[in-house]
């Protein structure tokens, strides 16, 4: 049973600093694995997917990056804002059946100004 | 697009009453889904679907029922409502490439049901 686990639970920044969020699974026989955001009370955003093939994604100031091998995902967020402030969740689809999707259980992250 | 679009965007129940939540999606996916978000649980699979006309038992089915009459439409009901389904439900979908989903999920803006 794949198991998904996102430590810290909760982290705090002073604005501009960099930041690595992390990830980690116990099955590595993964399709792809999802970085969302979700602001309180809203929807998950999509923000990096990086499929089992890749070993790293990135869109602006997010690095995704993807090790099978030791079931560890980062993502990476440069120079951060007070409107990343966030729960980030990674999400990971499994391979063969109906591709389960498992996911975390998120990192509330502050940025403060 | 819309993109994913979800209704009610919250709801109030009686103990035993019951509800029915609409999804739909405009972007052509082939696959649905239903969760439920609890804290300090995730989310959590209750019902999917990969095409119209097909459903299947995700990790939470008891309490809920779901019908994809349509390919863009995914309905989750709730037969006798408990307390226990008190959450926020979150619909999503995922396009097909090559024969399996490109796994890239896409989420709707959630349902608060809180059932008294």
């Known amino acids: 049973k794949q198991e998904v686990t996102q430590i810290p639970a909760a982290l705090s920044v002073p604005e501009g600093e960099n930041l690595v969020l992390n990830c980690s699974f116990t099955?590595?026989?993964?399709?792809?694995l999802q970085w969302f955001r979700q602001d309180p009370g809203k929807g998950l955003t999509s923000l990096l997917l990086?499929?089992?093939?890749?070993r790293e994604q990135t869109s602006g100031r997010l690095n995704a990056s993807l090790d099978k091998s030791s079931g560890r995902s980062t993502l990476y967020i440069a120079a951060s804002q007070p409107g990343d402030s966030a729960t980030y969740l990674c999400?990971?689809?499994?391979?063969?059946?109906?591709?389960?999707?498992?996911f975390g259980t998120g990192t509330k992250l502050q940025v403060i100004p | 697009n819309a993109g994913v679009t979800q209704t009610p965007k919250f709801r109030v129940l009686k103990t035993g009453q019951s509800m029915t939540l609409l999804c739909a999606q405009d972007?052509?996916?082939?696959?649905m889904y239903w969760y439920r978000q609890d804290p300090g649980m995730g989310l959590r699979l209750i019902h999917y679907?990969?095409?119209?006309?097909?459903?299947a038992k995700g990790e939470v089915p008891d309490g809920y029922n779901v019908s994809r009459l349509k390919k863009q439409n995914f309905l989750l009901g709730l037969e006798s409502a408990a307390p226990s389904q008190t959450s926020v439900y979150f619909c999503?979908?995922?396009?097909?490439?090559?024969?399996?989903?490109?796994?890239?999920?896409?989420f709707g803006p959630g349902t608060r049901l809180t059932v008294l």
């Open positions: 999503a979908s995922s396009y097909l490439s090559g024969g399996k989903a490109s796994g890239e999920q896409f």
């Open positions: 099955d590595s026989a993964i399709y792809n």
């Open positions: 990086i499929q089992s093939s890749q």
């Open positions: 999400a990971v689809r499994n391979s063969g059946g109906y591709q389960k999707v498992t």
């Open positions: 972007m052509n996916h082939e696959y």
């Open positions: 679907s990969v095409g119209e006309g097909t459903t």
